[in-house]
């Protein structure tokens, strides 16, 4: 069975609706992601890092290469070790994020306590917080140039609404936007489109020299397929369904299949050079946040994304799911 079939625009009238229903979730959701950005908070550094400016920032050790006057001698004096004096850099980093909104991103399953949206939208709040509380310019993927302002969440929360209203179309893929070279882009999604798909959005993005990370989200019974006996599942996105007579048989191939789909993202993350990361809604939003957030420091002394083939690197999750892969989906039953 598929993953997910071709899109469908959704009918302006379940468009309109589904905006207002964000609106009314937005403060509620607005103030989960400030909650989760402070806890993470404390757990973290910033996302500071050697380079041009006028900040002290460490001490380290004297390697072959380095000018002598970057030696610290007061410093020096002490040890029996050279040690150079390291600034902090000072130039702001640009971050442009993107939450998935379509259909299929409205699904949850009594095993979790919200849908995959909300918690997409939670993360992408969240992380817009502590980049922009450690000077980075955040904006929303194709809305227009980043900021480093405050109001810059609820700004991109805004637009998020507009974005849903009657005449704008549903789609699982990012906009094809035009980005500046050596910023980065964190999308948030299920990732259940078809791998072609998703290499195609991933190319554009990366040709343009830019950074990127996935965070996949999955409701747990995407994971564990909890249905047993008859169960008619229905598409989210588009109007096929499927009655199955036992959907316990399904397990075994579907989980064969989401397994496939998982390996493809990741064959792809390694190929540009990229970062990806798995969580399941039922795990708390703070670890996807605190995982998240570490890898855009990690990765932050490299600007240059990598458009052919990379070293291998084995992906990362962020759920606590059992080791086993088990079978989940897009549809509802």
Same mark, same amino acid.
């Given at each position: ?11 302006? @009238? ?30 973290? @550094? ?34 029996? @070790? ?252």
């Amino acid at each position: 069975m598929e993953l997910q079939g071709p899109h469908q625009n959704t009918p302006p @009238h379940d468009l309109e609706l589904s905006a207002h229903a964000l609106a009314k979730r937005l403060p509620a959701l607005l103030m989960e992601a400030k909650r989760v950005a402070q806890t993470v908070a404390h757990g973290i @550094h910033g996302r500071r890092r050697s380079g041009p400016g006028e900040t002290f920032w460490q001490f380290r050790h004297h390697e072959t290469g380095d000018s002598a006057q970057g030696i610290d001698w007061r410093r020096s004096a002490s040890s029996d @070790h050279l040690f150079v004096r390291e600034r902090e850099w000072e130039a702001a980093h640009t971050v442009f994020i993107w939450p998935d909104l379509s259909p299929s991103m409205a699904f949850c399953s009594a095993l979790a306590p919200e849908p995959k949206c909300d918690r997409a939208l939670v993360l992408a709040l969240a992380v817009s917080e502590l980049l922009i509380a450690g000077g980075e310019r955040v904006g929303l993927l194709g809305d227009g140039p980043a900021s480093a302002n405050r109001g810059t969440p609820q700004k991109m929360a805004l637009s998020l609404v507009q974005q849903r209203r009657a005449d704008a179309p549903s789609d699982s893929m990012p906009p094809r936007a035009r980005l500046s070279r050596f910023s980065e882009c964190v999308l948030f999604s299920d990732f259940l489109d078809p791998p072609e798909t998703l290499a195609a959005c991933l190319e554009h993005i990366a040709a343009q020299g830019v950074r990127g990370h996935l965070v996949q989200i999955l409701d747990p019974a995407e994971e564990t397929l909890p249905y047993t006996g008859r169960v008619e599942f229905l598409a989210m996105e588009g109007d096929s369904r499927m009655l199955a007579p036992r959907a316990e048989d399904l397990r075994q191939a579907y989980a064969e299949r989401l397994a496939r789909q998982k390996d493809a993202i990741a064959a792809l993350t390694r190929r540009y050079e990229w970062s990806y990361l798995l969580h399941h809604t039922d795990r708390p939003a703070g670890e996807a946040l605190f995982a998240l957030y570490a890898r855009l420091s990690g990765l932050a002394d490299s600007y240059r994304a990598a458009p052919g083939p990379a070293r291998a690197s084995r992906s990362d999750e962020t759920s606590a799911s059992p080791a086993e892969d088990a079978p989940g989906g897009r549809a509802t039953p």
